[in-house]
């Protein structure tokens, strides 16, 4: 795939968040729309797990990271931000495949919420019962 652009954002998906990220050659500087990834997703243990990616592929000081999150709340957007990491880092070099994907980070996780039913108050909560 040498004709695409080098630059051209990497998508990834989680519940409803959509995280688009590029990935550049630099420091290891990494920005979730244009603020720190701590003061956006607010807990480190999202941030772990969003740039997850860069530590099992050693890689977290060869890139700057920028990414655009839209849609869902911070654990979404941090699974979003994790499979498009990963994406990325495949389209820079292919020989991390293998080991993102014994990680399972190149699998999108195809966990949505469930329906409200009718009937019910939620998807699966039921309206209390009454004998009498």
Do not use: C, I, W
């Amino acid at each position: 795939m040498a004709t695409e652009t080098p630059n051209k954002p990497r998508t990834g998906r989680r519940k409803e968040a959509v995280a688009r990220v590029r990935l550049m050659p630099g420091a290891g500087k990494h920005l979730v729309n244009d603020r720190t990834p701590l003061e956006y997703l607010k807990r480190a243990t999202l941030v772990q797990a969003a740039f997850h990616a860069l530590t099992v592929a050693n890689a977290a000081g060869k890139y700057n990271v920028v990414a655009r999150v839209s849609g869902g709340g911070l654990t979404g957007q941090s699974g979003a931000l994790r499979l498009a990491v990963a994406r990325a880092l495949v389209r820079e070099d292919e020989s991390l495949r293998g080991v993102l994907g014994r990680e399972g980070l190149l699998t999108r996780d195809p966990r949505m919420k469930e329906r409200k039913k009718y009937g019910q108050p939620g998807a699966r909560k039921r309206f209390q019962f009454s004998k009498r």
